[in-house]
């Protein structure tokens, strides 16, 4: 069974930094994009960022760049997601999943981690 466990979120202050993780079990994400996913209270869930498998092509939101750096361990079926100048905006449970055949598999996220940033 696939999982995916997200987690390293916490509650901090604004301008603090976190790093989140995101581990694949049950199978590995190999050759997949990935993305990283958060949804605030009341609203849909919001891309982030992404990389690529092959070259370690990233992506990110408008709204993220220039705080926020996606990475990868292949050897280790992990993604990260690295938040620096962290804004109360910023304020989200994450997830991560993977692109599938052009599709982002949220079905796959697990229960996400959650990040609070106060100001």
């Known amino acids: 069974q696939v999982q995916l466990v997200e987690s390293g979120g916490g509650r901090v202050q604004a301008g603090d930094s976190l790093r989140l993780s995101c581990a694949a079990s049950?199978?590995?994400?190999?050759?997949?994009?990935m993305g990283w996913f958060r949804r605030a209270p009341g609203l849909e869930h919001e891309f982030v960022a992404a990389i690529g498998w092959y070259d370690g092509t990233t992506e990110y939101a408008e709204s993220v760049k220039g705080r926020f750096t996606i990475s990868r361990d292949n050897t280790k079926n992990t993604v990260f997601l690295q938040m620096n100048s962290l804004k109360p905006e910023d304020t989200a449970v994450y997830y991560c999943a993977p692109e599938i055949d052009g599709t982002w598999r949220i079905d796959y996220w697990g229960q996400g981690t959650q990040v609070t940033v106060s100001s």
């Open positions: 049950g199978r590995t994400f190999s050759g997949y994009p």
